[in-house]
């Protein structure tokens, strides 16, 4: 029987306080929705607070089955005020809670022991607690576990030592065209797009870069092959989650035994659906 693959996502988990309500957010958990929906054993490892707001958060992860291991701790669970400028969202993420404090627990090295692919990005790496956790959890998980950094830029809490830090422990990157521009002024690249991302291939670990560039396109870079594939035009809802949802199609096809190209097209495909639904977490039909 084929082994079900253990995908985890750890980082930030937060209530996004949207226009039209709120809803539980942070791109590592949304990762693990859309891995989860598609067939993995999927993990959330995070923080919330001992609050109200942390009780309702892990009430709604139960809802949805998502596996999570996440710890109770005396800050306050994280919240996000997201403001729409014709449909383009803008955050004020409030800082000293829950998920700056994730720690490093039993139950946490547990489930990244066996795990197959880990999501991380930047944001969580904002606090030294939480960013020692991460880098901790990346050394205990497997040598062939797939260490995927979705660098997902939220200013100001990024640096040119933080994105460095990442690439080092990364073997895998995805990166949008805008997050491109400030990684090539921070750190000196020169070149298209694409001859940023074939330099990034031979000087880090990498075994694949990602480039999404929304409506317009996505690429997919290893040593040896390139996949650039369109995107579908589809009736948009809302973009919330498609990034996330592209991650966990891509890296559920790859650990599935898809090729570059087939998996490349799954993402594409999931990620488009997922913009016609509202929110991070559609139903999968």
């Known amino acids: 029987m084929e082994k079900t693959p253990v995908i985890v996502g750890i980082g930030e988990l937060l209530w996004d306080e949207l226009p039209t309500g709120r809803k539980v957010g942070g791109a590592p958990v949304n990762f693990v929705y859309h ?101 901790t959890l990346l050394s205990m998980a497997p040598q062939t576990a797939i260490r995927y950094f979705d660098i997902n830029l939220r200013r100001p809490y990024y640096s040119k030592e933080v994105i460095l830090q990442s690439f080092e422990a990364a073997n895998m990157l995805k990166i949008n065209v805008e997050e491109m ?49 369109d995107t579908p035009a589809v009736n948009v809802t809302d973009t919330v989650g498609a990034g996330d949802a592209f991650s966990g199609a891509f890296i559920s096809g790859i650990l599935s035994g898809k090729s570059i190209e087939e998996a490349h097209r799954f993402a594409v495909v999931t990620a488009a659906y997922v913009c016609t639904k509202a929110g991070a977490w559609p139903p999968y039909e």
Request: hydrophobic share 35%; proline share 3%; net charge negative.
């Open 35 to 135: 891995a989860s929906q598609l067939g993995a054993e999927s993990y959330a490892i995070s923080a919330v607070g001992t609050d109200d707001l942390g009780d309702k958060i892990v009430e709604e992860l139960d809802k949805y089955n998502l596996k999570h291991v996440i710890e109770r701790v005396d800050f306050p669970t994280g919240t996000v005020q997201v403001t729409l400028d014709k449909g383009n969202p803008s955050y004020h993420i409030q800082e000293d809670v829950a998920w700056d404090n994730i720690s490093v627990t039993p139950e946490a090295v547990e489930v990244v022991r066996r795990a197959d692919a880990i999501c991380f990005g930047s944001l969580a790496q904002r606090s030294p607690v939480s960013s020692g956790t991460i880098y």
């Open 181 to 229: 521009k400030e990684v090539r002024i921070m750190l000196n690249l020169t070149g298209s797009d694409d001859e940023i991302c074939r330099q990034l291939l031979s000087t880090y670990k990498f075994r694949y870069v990602i480039l999404t560039a929304g409506a317009a396109y996505s690429k997919v870079f290893s040593h040896d092959e390139t996949s650039i594939m």
